[in-house]
């Protein structure tokens, strides 16, 4: 299994940004699928997941902000992020697991990618 995650940079707040997570090796479309993001010093923490029947669950915090969505046929996750501020800045890994859970938890997932950067200047 292989996630590669892209679209990663450096924004100002208020600005956008598009992540994108290609997969291979897997069963994509039956497959829970998610972003996580670890800012330095914190925990990583379940930004935003897709089971796959398309029920989504989000982070509080980026709610109405950030929309997480797939293209099966391409196997590619992708996370919009709208209204970034600075507190979105940390490095984002897109996850995989081997259910269909609309799940936040970082246990439940078991295959990561590399991670992207993510910065938000005030």
């Known amino acids: 299994v292989q996630l590669v995650e892209s679209g990663g940079g450096s924004v100002q707040a208020g600005g956008s940004l598009r992540l994108s997570c290609v997969a291979s090796?897997?069963?994509?479309?039956?497959?829970?699928v998610g972003w996580f993001r670890q800012a330095p010093g914190r925990e990583r923490e379940g930004v935003a997941s897709?089971?796959?029947?398309?029920?989504?669950r989000y982070l509080d915090s980026v709610k109405g902000r950030f929309t997480i969505s797939r293209d099966n046929a391409k196997n590619t996750l992708y996370l919009q992020m709208n209204s970034l501020n600075p507190e979105d800045t940390a490095v984002y890994y897109c996850?995989?697991?081997?259910?269909?859970?609309?799940?936040?938890?970082?246990?439940?997932?078991?295959?990561w990618g590399q991670g992207t950067q993510v910065t938000v200047s005030s």
């Open positions: 996850a995989a697991q081997g259910r269909s859970l609309p799940s936040l938890e970082r246990s439940d997932y078991h295959y």
């Open positions: 090796g897997l069963f994509f479309s039956s497959t829970g």
């Open positions: 897709m089971n796959g029947y398309g029920y989504t």
